[in-house]
């Protein structure tokens, strides 16, 4: 059965101290994966998308990496407006469209 | 771009009601999304359209639950009759091609 596992579900960082969420998946065959942010009460936003093993990519202080079995989103010197929910997804090879299957998050808190 | 449009935000029914959400994707995307997220289960796929169509729709819990997309610029999904255990956040996506989705703000649905 195809399965998106993160780790730890709940994460509190002091302002500076950096870290990084885990998101491991057991899918058949792998087309892309996503990291999404969601903030309380708003929809998941998109972060970046990783297709191949040893892929990286960077936005401001997160860097997200994949290999063949996780993927991982390192926080840089995190701030308190980094606080949110982190989402990774999988997007598999053999399912038409472009359906997501969501890992139930890491809740990051980043204190002053 | 104003981005993927959900109606009502919030929307607070008795039990045996029915219910409609509704959703405006962006211009432009093929794809569209049904998601329910909740503490317990996190974000689970409801259903998904491809150019109107529906693709997918493993994920609509029982009968009681129903989507449309009649045109690209617009979807409906309605539960009928509403149950308590129906309470949760809906959320539309769409996206265009394989490229990662973008999330409506939600529906919050109370079934009392």
């Known amino acids: 059965e195809d399965q998106v596992t993160q780790s730890p579900e709940a994460l509190r960082l002091q302002e500076g101290e950096s870290s990084s969420l885990n998101c491991s998946y057991t899918?058949?065959?792998?087309?892309?994966l996503f990291w999404y942010r969601q903030d309380p009460g708003k929809g998941p936003e998109f972060l970046f998308t990783?297709?191949?093993a040893g892929e990286e990519k960077e936005k401001e202080r997160l860097k997200a990496t994949l290999t063949k079995k996780e993927s991982f989103l390192h926080i840089t010197a995190p701030k308190p407006e980094d606080s949110a929910t982190y989402l990774c997804?999988?997007?598999?090879?053999?399912?038409?469209?472009?359906?997501?299957?969501f890992g139930e998050g890491t809740q990051l808190t980043v204190n002053p | 771009d104003a981005g993927v449009i959900q109606s009502p935000r919030h929307e607070v029914t008795e039990m045996g009601q029915e219910v409609t959400l509704r959703c405006k994707p962006i211009?432009?995307?093929?794809?569209l999304f049904w998601y329910r997220q909740t503490m317990m289960r996190g974000l689970e796929l409801l259903i998904y359209?491809?150019?109107?169509?529906?693709?997918?729709d493993s994920g609509m819990p029982e009968d009681r639950f129903s989507a449309k997309m009649p045109n690209a610029s617009f979807s409906t999904l309605k539960i009928q009759p509403s149950e308590p255990r129906d309470s949760a956040v809906y959320f539309c996506?769409?996206?265009?091609?394989?490229?990662?989705?973008?999330f409506g703000s939600g529906t919050r649905l109370t079934v009392v």
């Open positions: 996506a769409s996206s265009h091609s394989d490229r990662g989705y973008t």
């Open positions: 899918v058949s065959g792998l087309r892309g």
């Open positions: 990783l297709y191949s």
């Open positions: 997804a999988v997007q598999l090879a053999e399912t038409s469209g472009s359906r997501l299957t």
């Open positions: 211009s432009g995307h093929n794809s």
């Open positions: 359209f491809n150019n109107n169509v529906p693709i997918d």
